[in-house]
């Protein structure tokens, strides 16, 4: 499996047989908005305009944008409401494609699960998670989440990037936050059998153009 990054929390899944695009966001961040082929969109807010800007996704894709189970072309995907301080929930997701189970936090800015139900959702490979504060989680929040939900390897996201016309503060104090170490890629490819690590790997992922 191979992941890469648009920009704010939206990432691309490309497995053996399905390709998955997570929150494909609008021209008015800034940035250009995601493009290409997609089997399955996953759209954490679909009432959000910013981040289901879905028009320049191309194929027919199966569009995920509501809590609950999905299973379809071999990906298995739970989506789990968690609600925000203003009153509005912002759905997160557990994707499960090719033996490798990835918690998407989305574009959260309170994280409310409980022990219990983390512990449901079983061991995390890949955590998925915002950390440029303003409209998101901060970076000291980001980093203690990581300890409560013990994955493989953390994928920063929602940070601030070039072009990006939002407010949000750079990576470097979720790094550092981290112990200081980060590997740099410009895509992740992942294999079950590379995740049999006890440290927990953070991986910055260039944003595509």
């Given amino acids: 499996m191979q992941i890469h990054y648009f920009g704010l929390s939206s990432f691309k899944f490309i497995g053996k047989e399905t390709t998955v695009v997570t929150d494909p966001f609008d021209k008015k961040s800034g940035l250009t908005p995601p493009r290409g082929n997609a089997d399955i969109i996953i759209l954490?807010?679909?009432?959000?305009?910013?981040?289901?800007?879905?028009?320049?996704?191309?194929?027919?894709?199966f569009i995920m944008n509501d809590p609950g189970e999905y299973d379809y072309k071999g990906v298995t995907v739970t989506g789990i409401p968690l609600k925000q301080?203003?009153?509005?929930?912002?759905?997160?997701?557990?994707?499960?494609?090719e033996d490798v189970k990835t918690l998407n936090l989305t574009h959260i800015k309170e994280f409310s699960m409980s022990e219990d139900e983390l512990e449901a959702l079983g061991e995390i490979d890949i955590l998925i998670l915002p950390v440029g504060g303003e409209d998101v989680l901060d970076a000291t929040?980001?980093?203690?989440?990581?300890?409560?939900v013990e994955?493989?390897?953390v994928i920063p996201s929602h940070y601030?990037?070039?072009g990006l016309s939002l407010d949000s503060n750079p990576i470097d104090k979720f790094i550092k936050e981290m112990g200081g170490k980060s590997e740099p890629m410009e895509k992740l490819i992942i294999k079950k059998k590379d995740l049999a690590t006890e440290d927990v790997r953070v991986i910055t992922l260039e944003p595509l153009r």
Avoid: C, H, M, W
Avoid at 44 to 61: F, H, R, V
Avoid at 142 to 147: C, E, F, L, P, T
């Fill in 141 to 148: 929040t980001a980093s203690k989440i990581v300890n409560q």
């Fill in 85 to 97: 301080s203003d009153g509005r929930y912002v759905t997160v997701f557990l994707i499960e494609t």
């Fill in 151 to 153: 994955p493989k390897i």
């Fill in 44 to 61: 954490a807010e679909k009432n959000n305009p910013l981040y289901s800007a879905t028009s320049g996704l191309s194929g027919e894709p």
């Fill in 160 to 162: 601030k990037i070039p």
